[in-house]
């Protein structure tokens, strides 16, 4: 999410209807479920009811759907008839996983539709219905409440497709518990925006930031290694880890102690624990890590391991640059990787 302070500017420019805040920001409202653009001619929602977005996919994620009034996924006074069909194709169906079969049903090319929403909203149409599939999943997560129907009212037209939708990232409709082993997960807010806490009574198996890339894929892989079932909810380790994050963030803890899991090969694990021993405010490259471990001809593996982790934060991968000193890559984005470098930074200065 957005800042504070600029949460303000944008709430007045929401109440102008200010055109010149238009690809801005959109605004979630937490009444209605709907996400909307500046100019929306609805009635203005509290500020204590909005959340605002520097683009559509971080709406999405965060569980909001788009406004049936100001039509956010659209060019101001310009509505492509392909890119609202496609919408409200989803709408309808939200559980849905496109193919190329899907496409020709309604006459569509798909190579059209994934390049007219990467041109206007900067994703592809896969990566939106993707995106609103999560949403889905996250919006009863971050509610805490293991019965779906008890949401319907804010919006969701579809029960069945509500359940579906979560259960097909899950692993189970939100009212069934007791047929597999259960994962907890729980949405946690942070001064870096909202992560997911997927954990068992025992440890921590997943921490992420909701809008990375491929989350979807990373909690279905969880469930299937796992042979579980995720249900919205708190265990010892989710509470464990959302105490450390506040304490991280204030800038007064650089090591965190909640249990975890590691879910990958004896190399990956090895690769992990290395990166754990780099102190907070110092970095490595990927050459540094793979001598480290004894394999200097592996930082091509290691940096595979590298992006395989699920424990942001608590696996400090953040602290892995390019040999040349660019900050290169990270699933919760550069932006991100470049204040967690700083922010430790400054912990370390202050703690030396």
């Known amino acids: 999410m957005i800042p504070y302070e600029r949460n303000l500017d944008y709430y007045q420019a929401l109440l102008d209807k200010n055109s010149e805040y238009e690809g801005v920001f959109f605004v979630g409202v937490k009444t209605t479920g709907v996400f909307c653009r500046p100019t929306c001619p609805a009635r203005k929602p509290k500020f204590e009811n909005c959340e ?13 759907r788009p406004c049936r009034r100001c039509r956010p996924l659209s060019h101001p006074n310009q509505v492509s008839e392909l890119v609202q069909l496609l919408v409200n194709a989803v709408e309808e169906n939200p559980e849905q996983r496109w193919t190329d079969s899907d496409f020709r049903k309604l006459s569509i090319d798909a190579s059209t539709a994934r390049r007219q929403f990467k041109k206007r909203f900067g994703m592809t149409f896969v990566e939106y219905a993707r995106a609103r599939r999560m949403g889905i999943a996250l919006k009863q997560i971050r509610a805490g409440n293991p019965v779906i129907d008890a949401q319907l009212t804010t ?11 979560f259960s097909k990232i899950m692993g189970a409709a939100p009212t069934q518990i007791g047929y597999q082993t259960i994962l907890k997960a ?6 870096l925006g909202p992560m997911i806490a997927i954990a068992d009574e025992e440890a921590l198996y997943l921490l992420e930031f909701v809008d990375r890339r491929g989350l979807e894929r990373e909690v279905e892989r969880l469930r299937k290694r796992t042979k579980s079932a995720i249900l919205p909810g708190y265990t010892a380790p989710i509470r464990s880890i959302e105490n450390e994050l506040t304490h991280y963030f204030e800038g007064s803890l650089t090591q965190f102690n909640t249990p975890v899991v590691y879910l990958g090969s004896s190399f990956q694990r090895e690769v992990w624990e290395q990166l754990q021993k780099i102190p907070p405010g110092q970095t490595s490259s990927y050459a540094g890590l793979a001598a480290a471990i004894g394999k200097p001809g592996s930082y091509r593996a290691v940096a ?17 640059i390019n040999s040349n000193g660019d900050l290169g890559g990270y699933g919760g984005g550069i932006s991100r990787k470049q204040w967690l470098l700083n922010h430790e930074m400054t912990i370390g200065s202050e703690s030396s």
């Open 186 to 191: 729980a949405w946690l807010d942070t001064r």
């Open 155 to 165: 919006g969701y037209e579809s029960s069945s497709g509500f359940r579906d939708a």
């Open 52 to 64: 605002f977005y520097k683009t559509a996919k971080e709406a999405l994620l965060a569980s909001f």
């Open 304 to 320: 595979q391991a590298n992006g395989a982790n699920q424990l942001a934060l608590v696996i400090p991968c953040h602290r892995v």
